[in-house]
């Protein structure tokens, strides 16, 4: 098959690429976040034009089953009727007053009352922010400016964290994004994920100037690099040792694996947790949490200054609680696993049958097509030639009505929403596209 043929357009994509050409009149690369410009995979991207349940439509009427889920707040599928419910009756009220409400302490309350790692919280706007405020209260607390991050672990677009490992196994950052002074990445110290004799290499040199270990403890930018248990059991008991803080992101895996996230899920207590994404069921939320001491380092009662005028906007929180309060139904995680793991394993079985060099790793509702037969935990074993099999099976299921994520570097997330019969549907289209990719 020649690769022209390969990409063949079955599906009307006309109005999502006069859309997209006008975005790019306004627009840098036409769009306003870099991955969903498409430049992974082939073709426009689409412009999605509403969605119900577990599927979206186009602007061109194609349906596609979803397993983006908006990157993953959408927990509970799209226009879910208790959340919209909750949403319409808020924002008939103002949309913001820039003075507390009742909205922002019900979801404080109920994210304490059933999250046992904090105490107290403080509500942003999105993830970045969340991060970026978090690693500001690490150095106020601790008085240090170095941070500890990983490789394969991403924390949203913040200046220190736009950095990559310079030359050699541990070293300084570079910075991975102009704009970010190489002073600013020097400051952060990168090093491979679960290398446990590094790891104590650097906190006995560093120790003293490092005021956090930053890390995603479910790392799902990047493929999906599941950790050994213990690892992550490891860090928090050298974060100990060297006296240095621990911030779980768990922008991803928050309220996502569990309600108590991955601290939850791996029983380990880390000193700052930072949330986003189904935190704010579906509008632009954040929050960063810890015990009430490290919490009072912040303004107005500490010396750290954060601050944010649409800062636990009532519809945002309306949102998020009604999201929330879903995730607190009696046995929604079990399930949400249970299908996941199906659907998981049907996959790999068929890969298995064939030949074909796929696996899928999961954890709860999140799951990742990777490439090879290896289980991969960090991201220097992700082969990037592999990308052209993401490409054509991505392209494939364009074609058959299922949207993944367009990037093979992305992980994929399943709702409430996606029924088992969705979820067969999409094993079926999957394997056909993998026997396309595959061929
Ligand atoms: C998405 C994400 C962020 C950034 O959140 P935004 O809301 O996109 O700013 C940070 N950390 C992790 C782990 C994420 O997955």
Redesign the pocket.
């Known amino acids: 098959m020649s690769t022209n043929n390969m990409y063949q357009q079955r599906i009307p994509r006309e109005k999502s690429a006069a859309m997209f050409a006008e975005a790019l009149e306004y627009f840098p690369g036409g769009v306003n ?1 870099p991955v969903r410009a498409f430049r992974s995979v082939s073709g426009p991207p689409l412009f999605i034009e509403q969605a119900k349940g577990s599927r979206m439509q186009d602007v061109d009427g194609n349906v596609f089953l979803d397993f983006c889920c908006s ?2 707040p959408l927990i509970h599928g799209h226009a879910n009727e208790y959340i919209e419910e909750k949403v319409m009756k808020t924002v008939v009220k103002g949309t913001s007053f820039g003075t507390p409400n009742e909205m922002g302490n019900r979801l404080g309350k109920l994210i304490l009352d059933n999250h046992p790692y904090v105490e107290r919280l403080r509500f942003v706007s ?6 970026m405020s978090a690693i500001r209260l690490a150095r106020g607390v601790t008085g240090r400016n170095k941070i500890l991050k990983f490789d394969g ?5 913040v200046d220190s964290l736009l950095v990559k490992a310079g030359s050699g196994l541990a070293t300084f950052g570079t910075s991975s994004s102009a704009g970010v002074p190489e002073s600013v990445a020097a400051d952060t110290l990168i090093l491979p994920l679960n290398d446990r004799d590094l790891l104590e290499e650097i906190l006995s040199k560093h120790a003293h100037e490092i005021a956090c270990i930053i890390v ?1 403890p479910i790392p ?2 990047n493929g999906l690099l599941i950790q050994d248990p213990s690892w992550l059991k490891c860090l928090r008991i050298k974060a100990y040792k060297h006296n240095v803080l621990l911030i779980f ?5 928050g309220f996502r694996v569990g309600f108590a996230g991955a601290a939850g899920y791996y029983d380990v207590k880390p000193d700052i947790i ?1 949330f ?2 189904v935190i704010g069921g579906g509008f ?1 939320v ?1 929050a960063y949490a810890a015990s009430k001491e490290i919490m009072d380092y912040i303004a107005p009662v500490g010396p750290v200054y954060q601050a944010g005028t649409l800062s636990a906007n009532p519809v945002a929180m309306a949102a998020g609680l009604a999201a929330l309060e879903l995730c607190l139904t009696p046995g929604f995680y079990e399930l949400q696993a249970e299908k996941t793991h199906a659907f998981a394993t049907a996959l790999e079985a068929y890969a298995r049958e064939k030949g074909y060099p796929m696996h899928v790793p999961h954890i709860g509702s999140i799951f990742w097509l990777a490439f090879g037969t290896d289980r991969i935990t960090r991201s220097d074993q992700i082969d990037p030639a592999n990308m052209e099999y993401f490409k054509m099976i991505h392209h494939e299921l364009l074609q058959t009505g299922v949207y993944l994520g367009p990037s093979g570097y992305e992980v994929g997330f399943i709702s409430g929403a996606h029924s088992v019969g969705d979820l067969e549907e999409a094993v079926g289209k999957i394997k056909a596209a993998m026997d396309v990719a595959f061929a």
């Open positions: 976040s990157w993953g999105s993830g970045t922010e969340a991060v672990c991403y924390h949203g677009h995603e799902a930018n992101d768990e922008v991803i895996s930072t986003g994404k632009p954040g």
